[in-house]
């Protein structure tokens, strides 16, 4: 069953018939609630990540300011919101014209099929619209109690270091020690959600939890491996009260959530703009009148540049490729052993199917998979990826390199972890004072330093006790550490 609240008669006859569309097509998509807001609404609501409801934070305001300053003076527009949810919720521009409505409700159907069915959405919470609803009542009901300065600075702490969680964790086969760990992260976290069930109903059973946990965290961390994810290393070993406890929760789990559109950002946009062009082209034919409204709005979608990646363009383009080489039989030892280039250029075994091979692709792949398995040297050279540069004698930017090897080893470093630094604990006690030991993996990019030493000190006032970080800096081993009043390089 479909919904939508308050449609005009035109874009409900839209709705429900893109529906019929994409199920005849093979999408698989939840029950999905369309809602017409205005553009304050809608950057209101993509100010807070897509959210309608979030805990209260500056970050959302400051966030809401540059929306709705960049929709003022003409530089973007949000067309639509979609929320990864069961079921999805989506939010149209109400001044979007209906060739618009139309092109944006086909790519909603396709973002919420991809939602459903790609395995890195698979482990995400389906029901994190309530879940943020609750967030912020946890979060109101702190700032009741402990006021907002506090609150908030504590958040901004957490905030700081949301990126220090371990992607795959989700999907990492559980082991003999991980489940002895997950015993004692579960123990702690009962003990935080009955913090907060008596933070209004049970101050006193609450101040007795606190001091069982603190005996508990007063035990050696022991590891057997470097630990990815510090936030949770922190929430089981960390000397952090309860209404810390609880902050720190809601940030790693939000992590998690939003870690798969981070993960899938080109795949999954390249797929609903596959999608939402074939509808509107082939299944749904455009009027003349829409046409026009129709290829403005599709070339400023997949419009490249020399600044930056542009998700859409890059994951259609590459869908399309993927669909061409499967439906003419680009693929399998006779194709790879053929060495006539001419032959492998028109190379058309009419095998058909592409289609088959894109509904595959949803269902498994991330970014980086995607890419690191479809993206090769014919595709980069025909779609011309390069590698820029600024000249400043020229003043602008310029081809830097055309080697296919460095072009890809680039966009999926960049796309590695999001492009952030892995940091990874490796000993909980070290110098046996409980201080906290951080190693960065070096990938031959150095940390920026203001950066890691305000990290270093986020941290401190997580961990409670001096935090160290191993690193290279210009080459040299060096321990970046802060006590709580200082920050101190030293080589190792």
Known sequence: MFHSTDM???????????????????????????????????????ACGGFPTRYPHW????????????????????????????????????????????????????????????????????????????????????????????????????????????????FRPKRDRQEKENKEFNKVKNDSKSYMESFIKERKKAAELEKNKQKEQDEPKILFEPEQDVLKYILDYGHLENWEYALLSIIRDEAYYFAPQGQTKILNEGWATYWHSRIMTEITPLKSSEIIDYCDQYSSIVASNSNQLNPYKLGLELLRYVEHRWDTGKYGLEYLKCEDHKEKFNWNKAVGKGQEKLFEVRKYHNDITFLDEFLDEEFCHMFKLFLYDFDPRQGKQVIANRNFKDIKKQLLTQLANFGSPIIKVVDGNFRNRGELLLKHYHERMDLKSDYALETLSNLYSLWKRPVHLHTVVENIPRQLSFDGSNHSIEKI
């Open 8 to 46: 005009p008669q035109e874009i409900q006859e839209t709705i429900d018939l893109t529906q019929k569309q994409v199920e005849k097509l093979g999408l698989d998509i939840y029950t999905t609630i369309f809602e017409l807001v205005d553009y304050k609404q809608l950057n209101e609501i993509a």
């Open 59 to 170: 970050r959302w305001g400051m966030e809401y300011e540059r929306l709705s300053k960049s929709y003022t003076y003409g530089l973007s527009v949000i067309y639509e919101m979609v929320i990864n949810n069961d079921p999805c919720y989506a939010y149209l521009l109400r001044s979007n014209g209906l060739t618009t409505q139309k092109t944006v409700i086909a790519h909603v159907y396709a973002h919420c099929d991809f939602f459903k069915n790609n395995y890195w959405f698979s482990q995400t919470n389906r029901k994190m619209l309530d879940q943020m609803a609750n967030h912020a009542t946890i979060v109101r009901h702190l700032i009741d109690e402990l006021g907002y300065d506090r609150v908030e600075s504590f958040i901004d702490k957490c905030l700081s270091v949301e990126n220090l969680i371990d992607l795959h964790l989700p």
